[in-house]
């Protein structure tokens, strides 16, 4: 599943993060983040190089002990026995365990029709089951919201069934033993539409299936049908045992209007046209899966294919995209081959579908064989130069390894599958792109970790204490369990850490697997005991946070490193053991290495050194998952961004320094760093007055650096010149540049020295489509005042992208706000009509009413009648919204 952090994100906007979780921050340790989140790389997550064996000779441990609080204990003495009975108000700690399997699914029949008017889906499974083991004589199917019509055996005898809405219960009328088949058939009607649509920050829908525009009520909007299953919402549309431990194989036909493409799991087996203009495709999908992995998907797509290795490759797109099909999910082939070679075990399925769907309310969704994605993803040629989409198609095509082929067991063992994905991307970024780009995308992992922390406290990588299975998509499940695996490479060693993973693979194939189970085959490949790792990455909360201090004894000649660790021991693990490497320069640039194991809650390290060293740098190769403290000298950043060669090092160095007028030499060699997050770091904080001859180098990436980032960083640096002539600048770049992120900077960096041109340019760029301009335009156009471009806000209220969507209406309540009550009345209306419509997305839904909620508050004083009608249309939208989460948030309308 992905982009959950797009959905967190946004949802993070709405103030949505409302869950309660264990292990809220202390106060030290929110302190620590909250300098991250301030892009303090100074306290940030690292990485371990190994010595187990690091204690400097003589030094004997100073242990800390940890005494158990004192308890009550009652003994009461019988004739025979001995009863010990504990304190009251003592409780089990919640748990939730992976689902029990009195059945087990073996194959799924399903042949489903669509009545588009009603959303409904017209369905019959025939499913075929046995025990799991003990015997059994009814049987309990997840089938949410359905009409039942009626359930039989093979032979069409029907059978006694109770439905009480969510589940159906069938009396079998006999026990049946676990070597015995059983066939049901299941008559019914789905109603997904209908009942409430639920939703949690990743997925913010739970209606298993979607109708979009199925009354061609918007007629900019295409008809498609698709389906989300995770975690437990495919029983919104067939009968199933819908948890994540089962798994079947099926075949599924879809009856659809001729002018329809339909898309499934598996291989397309069939086509069969009738003479009503419908047509039946059977899909059949014969390597069993989960439940939750089952899709459909039908609509008007363009349908691009290709091969790699005798697997079909198959890219759904919207017909006017077709051309850049394979552009959008470029590299798929060779990402495939890599994963597949890195592995040492070739992808496990006949075919990779991806799908791009309207409206779709998470990210993207890891469907065995057919992944569904967001419309967000579907680009030009000139969109993709800004945002190409590896990340996510290494992310989806990983799950079919680590999800799809070997499955979680519980919801609580979720980073078996999103650590693995998000893992993915970094493994791809450093063999496509190299080890800056890794670091890049690892900083950014850490960095997303922590904010998710910060919102909602520290929990358990392997949670059996949630309070909803979806709070498990979070910074945890992803981005955390990306970092420990990345940790657990570097410990094992490339060779071990693949050879485990193969191991698993093979041993766990078609299966659902617990995070012990990925732990024995990293210890019976490498014959190492992993307890220590996984139970303190895995199984206990949160992290390392660590101060370190380094000072020199000029006399003896010797370095002494003191690590603190400063975690709260309640909420986190006390002591962690952490392989680590240290890298010592001198004067010259020299370095040594130095692996040390931490393995005490506060150490001294001692080196022999001849002189004062110039530089020490802790988690020398970046592999350790931690917050840190020091305290270095500019010269020691400037050192740091000089001879140390890894990106975190180097961007670390270069944001710990930038605003100091004597680190500015170093500023300025990082104009011409490697990679482009530095490169612009550099552009935005070079001293421009102190160096007036820089303002050609600026200009020239302003025009020229091969990345549009920095190209942007310099056009929005360049405007503080006094003397420069940014007009011409501003117009060679509109004309010429490619990239629409620097056509936006430059649209906005014209606003604010002439913004009636500004506004002038604006309007010539109103008919592009992409949604990388419409924060820009948009804002341009709203600070006009002009009422004439109301029409350019109202033709997007719902064709605006997840990602553009609050910016877009923000700007729209910006302009509408300029205009007299009786307009303002008036375009509310329309406002109205995109929160009230269901088939809008959440977002469309929440934006257009928080704007009236705006309008409202800004005329209660000038004009309390207008106001108080804003006010009943914001009742009015409440009284039909469904969706929990939003009218949590419209009680403070």
Not at 248 to 258: A, F, G, K, N, Q
Not at 265 to 290: E, F, I
Not at 543 to 571: C, F, K
Request: glycine residues 6%; negative net charge.
């Amino acid at each position: 599943m992905n982009r959950f952090f797009m959905i967190l994100f946004l949802l993070s906007l709405l103030a949505l993060a409302c869950s309660t979780q264990k292990n809220v921050l202390t106060e030290a340790e929110q302190v620590q983040i909250d300098k991250e989140a301030q892009v303090d790389i100074d306290k940030e997550v690292v990485v371990v190089v190994e010595d187990p064996q690091a204690k400097p000779e003589g030094e004997a441990d100073d242990e800390e002990v940890y005494e158990m609080p004192e308890e009550e204990i009652t003994e009461e003495r019988t004739l025979d026995e001995l009863v010990v009975t504990a304190p009251r108000g003592y409780v089990l700690p919640k748990y939730n365990p992976a689902e029990e399997r009195p059945w087990d699914l073996l194959h799924m029949d399903l042949d489903i029709r669509f009545d588009w008017v009603n959303e409904h889906v017209l369905g019959r499974a025939d499913l075929t089951m046995k025990p799991y083991f003990f015997d059994q004589d009814q049987i309990i199917l997840d089938a949410k919201g359905f009409e039942i019509h009626d359930v039989a055996d093979r032979d069409g005898r029907t059978l006694s069934y109770e439905y009480d809405g969510m589940n159906l219960t069938i009396d079998l009328t006999r026990s049946v033993s676990r070597d015995e088949e059983v066939f049901i058939t299941v008559d019914y009607i789905a109603k997904p539409s209908e009942g409430p649509s639920g939703g949690s920050a990743a997925i913010t829908s739970s209606k298993g299936l979607f109708f979009i525009n199925p009354r061609e009520e918007e007629p900019n909007k295409p008809r498609q049908i698709w389906t989300q299953g995770e975690t437990e919402h495919n029983s919104r549309w067939f009968p199933t045992f819908d948890q994540p431990n089962e798994s079947m194989t099926h075949d599924i036909r879809l009856t659809v209007e001729d002018q329809f493409v339909t898309l499934s799991n598996g291989d397309l087996v069939s086509s069969r046209q009738h003479s009503n203009n419908t047509r039946t495709d059977h899909w059949r999908m014969d390597q069993p899966h989960a439940p939750y992995l089952v899709m459909v998907a039908v609509g008007d797509f363009a349908v691009v294919r290709e091969e790699v290795d005798g697997i079909l490759l198959e890219y759904y797109v919207e017909p006017e995209y077709g051309k850049y099909a394979k552009e959008i999910f470029a590299h798929t082939p060779e990402m495939i081959r890599f994963f597949a070679e890195k592995l040492d075990y070739p992808y496990p399925w006949s075919k990779f579908s991806q799908i791009i769907t309207k409206d779709y309310v998470s990210g993207a969704m890891e469907n065995t064989t057919a992944v569904i994605y967001g419309d967000f993803i579907q680009k030009t040629d000139r969109e993709l130069i800004d945002n190409a989409n590896d990340f996510i198609i290494a992310h989806e095509l990983f799950h079919h390894w680590f999800g799809d082929l070997v499955t979680t067991e519980s919801w609580a063992n979720l980073t078996l599958q999103e650590g693995f994905a998000n893992y993915s991307e970094h493994l791809w970024q450093e063999y496509k792109y190299g080890d800056d780009a890794a670091g890049f995308q690892r900083k950014n992992e850490r960095q997303g970790y922590l904010s998710s922390i910060m919102q909602t406290g520290t929990h358990p990588l392997i949670w059996y204490g949630y309070d909803d299975k979806e709070q498990m998509f979070d910074g945890h499940s992803y981005n955390k369990g990306g970092l420990v695996l990345h940790m657990l490479r570097h410990y094992l060693g490339d060779d071990a850490f693949y050879s485990g993973l193969n191991k698993y693979l093979k041993d766990h194939a078609y299966s659902a697997v617990e995070v012990d189970e990925l732990r024995m085959a990293f210890e019976d490949v490498a014959g190492i005991d992993l307890h220590w790792f996984f139970d303190q990455w895995y199984l206990e909360a949160g992290h390392p946070i660590l101060e370190l201090t380094y000072d020199y004894d000029p006399d003896a000649r010797t370095l002494s490193l003191t690590v603190d660790q400063t975690q709260d021991a309640e909420s986190s693990s006390p002591i962690y053991q952490l392989p680590v490497t240290v890298g010592i320069f001198d004067g010259e640039g020299n370095e040594t290495q130095y692996d040390l194991f931490i393995d005490d809650r506060e150490e001294i390290f001692e080196f022999d050194y001849e002189s004062v060293p110039a530089l020490v740098v802790f988690d020398r190769d970046d592999h350790l998952l931690f917050i840190k403290g020091e305290s270095k000298t500019t010269q020691e950043y400037m050192n740091q961004y000089r001879w140390v060669d890894r990106y975190i090092h180097r961007f670390e160095a270069i944001n710990k320094i930038k605003s100091r007028r004597e680190a500015q030499e170093v500023i300025i060699e990082a104009l011409q760093d490697g990679h482009f997050s530095i490169r612009r770091l550099a552009v935005e904080n070079v001293r421009l007055n102190d160096r007036p001859d820089l303002v050609n180098v600026l200009e020239n990436l302003a025009v020229n650096d091969p990345h549009s980032s920095v190209r942007g960083a310099a056009i929005r640096k360049l405007k503080s010149v006094s003397d420069f002539d940014m007009s011409s600048l501003i117009q060679k770049v509109l004309q010429n540049e490619l990239s629409y992120m620097v056509v936006g900077d430059a649209l906005e960096t014209l606003n604010r020295i002439d913004p009636e041109l500004a506004t002038e340019e604006a309007v010539k760029l109103k008919k592009e489509k992409t949604g990388q301009l419409i924060g820009p335009v948009s804002r341009i156009l709203s600070a006009s005042g002009d009422s004439t471009h109301i029409p350019y806000f109202e033709e997007r209220l719902t064709r605006v992208g997840a990602f553009y969507v609050f910016n877009f209406y923000n700007a729209y309540y910006e302009l509408l706000k300029q205009m007299d009550p009786v307009m303002i009345l008036e375009k509310a209306g329309g406002l109205k009509s995109v929160a009230i419509n269901p088939s809008n997305n959440m977002f469309y839904r929440y934006t257009a009413t928080n704007a009236i909620h705006k309008l409202s508050q800004d005329l209660v004083v000038s004009n309390a009648p207008v106001a108080q009608k804003l006010k009943t249309m914001i009742a009015d939208i409440k009284s039909v919204e469904t969706n929990e989460m939003l009218l949590q948030r419209y009680s403070g309308f």
